[in-house]
């Protein structure tokens, strides 16, 4: 792009020329056009330069969930919810399509309670996983958990208000075998090979069948640890739960690890109706969900997460992700 220093030259040269050089008005504009024409045409836009920090910017991933940005973020959501709607309806249910806020602020209450910091919940409760399992559907939990936030509050009011048979049928429509597997947790957790019926049928319309995977990763997150930094910190990572007693390769295998052992255990089934040597099963995990938990806070306190931020920060520092 030319500056305005760039045309003053231009002009005082045309002055020279004109001084030296008589021409007709009409020549003299046709040079003016010309020269205009010459400059734009040699100039680079930004966007097309290689080096340029709006082509690097357009290149990266947003740093929201699945690496979108936070406008692809909000629309993604708002999309998934008006399908989910739209699929209930056609099933004979009703379900109020959910607006992103309320999505959001499911999303942001994992890993805490009302009055309860992360570490005190951790303390408590590991990764909610095993430790506050009861089997019993979102709708119906005592606490404001992720799944029952993330829904809204007139569909568990909907849902609150059907016989329990209907109840039955209508999770049964929403979430399929899951019902813990709501889009919410889903799209918090970056996992949805667990959710099925209408809420899969409207994440499968607006993901891409690569984020759908078991194994996709973040590709904000995969540009993070591609720093040496987070390679060195990762391994120390590594160690420092080895060390503790237990072997993970990366931190985002805990939560599906524990998933995957705790629905081995009870298949979705509520605590109540779990036979005796279940329950004892269930228990163990519960406290090796604590110990993980313990450590796997204080080993990321130490040495993940301060690099992290830093590397983040420079990654997508003034990037509108």
């Given amino acids: 792009m030319k500056t305005s220093r760039d045309f003053r030259k231009i002009f005082r040269l045309l002055g020279a ?23 734009s045409g040699s100039s680079e836009s930004p966007a097309s330069s290689s080096n340029s920090p709006a082509n690097s910017q357009q290149d990266r991933p947003g740093s929201e969930e699945y690496g979108l940005t936070k406008q692809e973020l909000v629309e993604s959501i708002e999309a998934v919810e008006a399908h989910i709607a739209e699929c209930m309806s056609e099933a004979g249910f009703e379900y109020v399509a959910v607006d992103y806020n309320t999505v959001r602020r499911g999303m942001t209450s994992d890993k805490s309670l009302p009055g309860m910091s992360e570490e005190g919940f951790i303390d408590r409760y590991g990764f909610g996983i095993s430790t506050l399992y009861t089997g019993l559907p979102p709708q119906l939990s005592d606490e404001n958990t992720l799944a029952k936030i993330g829904l809204g509050k007139q569909n568990v009011r909907i849902f609150n208000s059907l016989s329990p048979a209907d109840q ?24 949805f090979t667990r959710t099925d019926g209408c809420t899969r049928t409207a994440i499968e319309k607006v993901f891409s069948a690569e984020q759908l995977t078991a ?9 993070i640890e591609q720093d040496p930094r987070m390679v060195e910190a990762l391994a120390n990572f590594v160690d420092c739960m080895r060390e503790a007693g237990f072997d993970y390769n990366y931190e985002r295998e805990i939560e599906p690890e524990l998933k995957k052992r705790l629905y081995a255990i009870t298949g979705g089934a509520p605590v109540e109706s779990l036979s005796s040597e279940a329950r004892e099963a269930l228990a163990e995990l519960q406290s090796q969900e604590l110990a993980i938990g313990a450590a796997a806070y204080r080993c990321e306190d130490k040495y993940l997460d301060p690099v992290e931020d830093k590397v983040e920060r420079e990654l997508f520092a003034g990037f509108q992700g």
């Fill in 168 to 191: 039955v049928a209508y999770n049964h429509v929403l979430f399929g075998e899951n019902p813990d597997a709501t889009f919410a947790v889903a799209i918090e957790t970056e996992d």
């Fill in 215 to 223: 194994t996709y990763v973040n590709p904000k997150d995969a540009l």
């Fill in 17 to 39: 020329l004109t001084e030296r050089y008589v021409v007709g008005f009409l020549a003299l504009g046709f040079f003016i056009a010309f020269l205009a024409a010459a400059c």
